[in-house]
């Protein structure tokens, strides 16, 4: 990425004067680098350290003289500010430092047409435009002055996954345990490719997690692989309805201590969430020193006590904590996080390339808002609050509890360190895959037009992707059904679930055959049955009953005329 800086310097002074001017560039060294003033090219020296370069240019001339102003220049090649990954460019310009003395800042990015449009851009620019096979963004020293700017060009980001999940039953009966598969979110959209061996069901909990279950028998171990892509979007590609217990989002738990007298001190004078979000970005250090397996989880009031000792798991309970207990909503996802630079975008666990980073409820939207205080603090102020990039791929979400369910990665055996996940850039097929539900009828096939029969249909997915928004129609010939549908179905790929359903006859008496069919979401589904009159039959009993008595006693009176008939007279 080509940087061009260009200085209008103004002496304030009438007897002093500048003859140099330098600048101190953080990240990786910059490349071609050429300076200029109005008498031409500038002989630079740079000073190249492990984290900084900085760049000295001693001018041509002086200007000697109260008002009077140089205009000179820096241009240079900068590798780390913009990379292609997967499907999105993207590009990071850290904030300017020492922006007070400037009377006048602004920047103008441009950015080639090809990229694609703007996935996202923080802060806003000013203006934009397109110019000369350019798009054209110009930011304010207002905008530019406490953050820098990062943004992303391209539709979404894809990944493909491989997750190993362990499990041991260590007991000596059967159990039913579960594991964590990655869900959709409002901001992911998930799609397995294989699940082997296939759950039992997949449940989703009421934080959104999709629980596979599995039954294990008396110590019995289960490797369980899980294949998939997933689409990671800058805005909400659908709006999940507004959670029912958002009051548990509030409620203390062992690392988000609510109700302690510290936390509720600290919170007294912060009044909204982005107040909160600085508090934590400011307050807390990132400790590199602990970035390893197995580092002690501090929780928020530990990590008050020490803030040079924070990871991103102390960073995004601080946050939590403090939201909760100003009332906010708030909870924790725990999940992959992009990144090539370790250094401005750490992760906490080595081994499995996790990270932790949390989300607060906006009423005003009604989302879930992702944020990022750990690496708005890393990367020197690069704004995660706005907007989070598409680098972040939520592997389960803590709500109601701040430790389970547990992420992949950390199924682990016991005693083993195994690598059990692999996230890598992936390209997706153009075409969306189909939905494809299996319906079975939980019903006898004989029903009795006196008696209301109860039932189940299970749905089965067999897509890739989870099922929403059921459209389901029913239509009925000779009986009446009702149906219990769910408003909240959601149905996650390798999922089953039961719709109870009350059939009865449209008539008494009715005799004949019926049918059922039910159209979900464009797939058509029949179901034949016989339905027959009990108390029909009853009386058809009786009657043959009462007949058959008649018949045997009209048998028998028979036999007992015939035999007085035959036998021979009494003789005195």
Known sequence: MKVKHE????????????????????????????????????????????????????FNQEVVGKDKTLNFGLSYFKNDLIEKTGDVWEIIVPKFANFEQAENLSLQLEIPNEFGHVAFISPSPVSQSIEGGYQIFKFTKEQISHSGVVAAFGEFQTFKFEATYHLENSENKKIITEIALPPDTSYQKIYYQVIEPEPENVEV?????????????????????????????????????????????????????VDEELVKEKVEDLKTVEQIYKFVVNSLTYDYSRVREGAKRLGAVDVLAEPEKATCMEFTDLFITLARAAGIPAREINGFAYTTNPQLKPLSFVQDVLHAWPEYWDEASG???????TWQNTTGGVDYFNKLDLDHFAFVIHGEEDS???????????????????????????????????????????????????????????????IYNFSTTIETKGINAILAEDDNLVLPPFAYKSMPIELSSSRFFETGPAMITLKINNQVFEKPFRVESLLLRGIIFIFASVSLSLSVLYVYLRIRRRKKIDSPEEVC
């Not at 310097?9 to 060294?29: D, R």
């Not at 998939?228 to 217990?245: C, E, H, R, S």
């Not at 989302?367 to 205080?373: A, E, K, N, R």
């Open 7 to 58: 200085v209008a310097l103004t002496n304030k002074l009438s007897n002093v004067y500048a003859h140099e001017y330098s600048f101190t560039i953080e990240g990786m060294p910059p490349s071609e680098i050429y300076a200029w003033d109005d008498l031409g090219e500038i002989e630079y020296q740079a000073f190249i350290q492990p984290e900084t370069t900085r760049i000295a240019l001693p």
């Open 205 to 257: 909990d009421s934080s959104g997690n999709w629980l596979a279950q599995y039954r294990l028998d008396p110590h019995q171990e289960l490797e369980i692989k899980a294949k998939g892509m997933v689409k990671v979007f800058a805005k909400p590609y659908q709006l999940f309805t507004k959670p029912d217990n958002l009051e548990v989002f509030l409620q203390p738990t062992r690392y988000w201590p």
């Open 367 to 373: 989302l879930w808002v992702q944020v990022d205080p």
């Open 404 to 466: 389970y369910p547990f992420p992949a990665g950390a199924y682990k055996v016991p005693g083993e360190y195994s690598k059990d996940v692999l996230v890598e850039f992936g390209k997706f097929q153009e075409a969306e895959p189909e939905e494809k539900i299996e319906l079975i009828f939980d019903l006898p096939d004989l029903l009795a037009s006196e008696l209301k029969t109860k039932g189940n249909l299970k749905l089965f997915n067999l897509s890739p992707m989870a």
